[in-house]
Antibody, heavy 122, light 107 residues
Framework: QVQLVESGGGVVQPGRSLRLSCAAS????????MHWVRQAPGKGLEWVAL????????NYADSVKGRFTISRDDSKNTLDLQMSSLRAEDTAVYYC???????????????WGQGTLVTVSS | DIQMTQSPSSLSASVGDRVTITCRAS??????LAWYQQKPGKVPKLLIY???TLQSGVPSRFSGTGFGTDFTLTISSLQPEDIATYYC?????????FGPGTKVDIK
């Protein structure tokens, strides 16, 4: 069965950096695009970033562009999100999401991890 | 960037009612739209993709229609377990923006 397990969340001061990781299993990781989606406490879903199955295509929400970097390591079946210059408004649960689309196709988030909470506060 | 809106923002309906939620894109996105259900305290669940394709295992009372800029999610007969917030998401090209959500509860 598909499993996505996020790690790396915690409390961080504004302006600092944090790296989130997602360990994927139960599917051929290298065949699927992946996303990070976040949800601030009591708020709606916000798409953060995507990376294509082969890592050649990356895209970011305007709110994180230039501060966050998405990457993948197919040899370890891991997805990462490097977050820098963190702000209070980045406080959220961050979900690792597998797209349902095979290879270069995008169709939506089929499997979601349980999320990891990032709190940006002094 | 293309903006996504949803209406209504919330609704109350009786068990057995037909419920319709609308999602609108500020520009055409073909049929590149997904719908999700998020129950309180739970992870979002994919209901529909490609505007009208029901994800495996999703009850047939859920259906989606639309193309271009206007889309609908319909629950043909509302059940107590359908209490949730529903989100649409575009995926024609980045950014893959979500709508603001529609909260559904039982009257």
């Amino acid at each position: 069965q598909v499993q996505l397990v996020e790690s790396g969340g915690g409390v961080v001061q504004p302006g600092r950096s944090l790296r989130l990781s997602c360990a994927a299993s139960g599917f051929t990781f290298s065949n699927y695009g992946m996303h990070w989606v976040r949800q601030a406490p009591g708020k709606g879903l916000e798409w953060v970033a995507l990376i294509s199955y082969d890592g050649s295509n990356k895209n970011y929400a305007d709110s994180v562009k230039g501060r966050f970097t998405i990457s993948r390591d197919d040899s370890k079946n891991t997805l990462d999100l490097q977050m820098s210059s963190l702000r209070a408004e980045d406080t959220a649960v961050y979900y690792c999401v597998k797209d349902i689309g095979y290879k270069s196709n995008w169709y939506g988030g089929q499997y979601w991890g349980q999320g990891t909470l990032v709190t940006v506060s002094s | 960037d293309i903006q996504m809106t949803q209406s209504p923002s919330s609704l109350s309906a009786s068990v057995g009612d037909r419920v319709t939620i609308t999602c609108r894109a500020s520009q055409g996105i073909r049929n590149s739209l997904a719908w999700y259900q998020q129950k309180p305290g739970k992870v979002p669940k994919l209901l529909i993709y490609a505007a009208s394709t029901l994800q495996s295992g999703v009850p047939s009372r859920f259906s989606g229609t639309g193309f271009g800029t206007d889309f609908t999610l319909t629950i043909s007969s509302l059940q107590p377990e359908d209490i949730a917030t529903y989100y649409c998401q575009k995926y024609d090209s980045g950014p893959f923006t979500f709508g603001p959500g529609t909260k559904v509860d039982i009257k």
